[in-house]
């Protein structure tokens, strides 16, 4: 299966609301979750089950969707946020991550 | 806190294995699966395969078959993910990851294989 994040590359100011979107090439019921990875650091659980906050992460991350059309969104973008996005399907093995989305500073 | 530690960087020649280990910790071993995804510089996040703790049992992915083996040791909590036949296109960070069905949490820290002659 194969994920397809948009955009590729996102440049973005502190306070902007962000919205990434995967989709998938069939569907993967509600099988998605959302990592954030920082340079050399290992990446971080966000989101699984397509919209279920992982324990600790702020509030601000939100996830949705179902299917074949999955989004992340930031409400109010901080500064530590400034990463790569990643999708990922567990639905169907072999299991497939989206090609990222880098978040810069405008 | 449940954690998975990995071994040290590698420098591997082509042709050659390489083995790469990931100690967990703070949860029972044998609960839960452990995946290895691997990322090439600059490059994206590439799922290598599974293995079921507690039998052994393993399924990997198509691209790595027969060039991949990953065991377990229970006695020491350890998993192995060993990659053979290596060339240069396999230089990437190594990840192993425990995996609830829905997830992937925690991950360890990645270890770094370069392949060079």
């Known amino acids: 299966i194969q994920l397809t994040q948009s955009p590729s590359f996102l440049s973005a100011s502190v306070g902007d609301r962000v919205t990434i979107t995967c989709r998938a090439s069939q569907g993967i019921s509600n ?44 409400s109010s973008l ?20 989206g090609g990222g989305t880098k978040v810069e500073i405008k | 806190q449940v954690q998975l530690v990995q071994s040290g960087a590698e420098v591997a020649k082509p042709g050659a294995s390489v083995k790469v280990s990931c100690k ?59 990659l053979s036949s290596l060339r240069s296109e396999d230089t990437a960070v190594y990840y192993c990851a425990r995996g609830p069905t829905s997830r992937f949490d925690p991950w360890g820290q990645g270890t770094l294989v370069t392949v060079s002659s």
Request: neutral net charge; hydrophobic residues 30%; aromatic residues 18%.
């Open chain 2, 24 to 82: 967990a910790s703070g949860y029972t071993f044998t609960n839960y699966y452990i995946h290895w995804v691997r990322q090439a510089p600059g490059q994206g996040l590439e799922w290598m395969g599974i293995i079921d703790p507690s039998g052994g049992s393993t399924t990997y992915a198509q691209k790595f078959q027969g060039r991949v083996t990953m065991t377990r040791d229970t006695s020491t909590s350890t998993l192995y993910m060993e």
């Open chain 1, 31 to 74: 099988y998605l979750a959302w990592y954030q990875q920082k340079p050399g650091r290992a990446p971080d659980l966000l989101i699984y089950a397509a919209y279920t906050l992982q324990s600790g992460v702020p509030s601000r991350f939100s996830g949705s969707g179902s299917g074949t059309e999955f989004t992340l969104t930031i």
């Open chain 1, 78 to 97: 901080q500064p530590e946020d400034f990463a790569t996005y990643y999708c990922q399907q567990l639905n169907t093995y072999p299991l497939t991550f």
